[in-house]
């Protein structure tokens, strides 16, 4: 069973944290499901940036995100070249170490 490495993120997770995730799950899936209070704006449908992750090892491991998702990444802060929506990185066989960037443009948060 995979695990997904969270690092320390300042409010969300400042010890991070290691969990087994099922195949199949997303990413933000297995954080909130553990207590991680990822924001997703949209409801985990790609249609927001609020739920975007840094993918810091096991990258290649994860299906190539679609045009939508790069299109909704455009507009995330801090953008980078391992960047994923968390809703939209699915983990499949391998180990992932996730980074959760300490800003989102979420104008307001929900608290989910």
């Not at 995100?65 to 391992?82: C, F, N, S, V």
């Amino acid at each position: 069973m995979p695990q997904v490495i969270f690092l320390p993120h300042p409010e969300l997770c400042p010890d991070g944290a290691v969990f087994e995730a099922d195949q199949g799950t997303s990413v933000l899936d297995v954080a909130l499901s553990n207590g991680i209070g990822i924001e997703h704006a949209c409801e985990k449908v790609c249609a927001c940036t609020t739920c975007h992750v840094l993918i810091r090892e096991g990258f290649d491991s994860l299906d190539e995100g679609d045009e939508l998702e790069e299109d909704m990444l455009d507009k995330a802060w801090g953008l980078e070249r391992d960047s994923r929506l968390g809703c939209q990185a699915i983990i499949k066989d391998q180990d992932l170490v996730v980074e959760i960037p300490r800003y989102t443009v979420n104008q307001v948060s929900e608290g989910h």
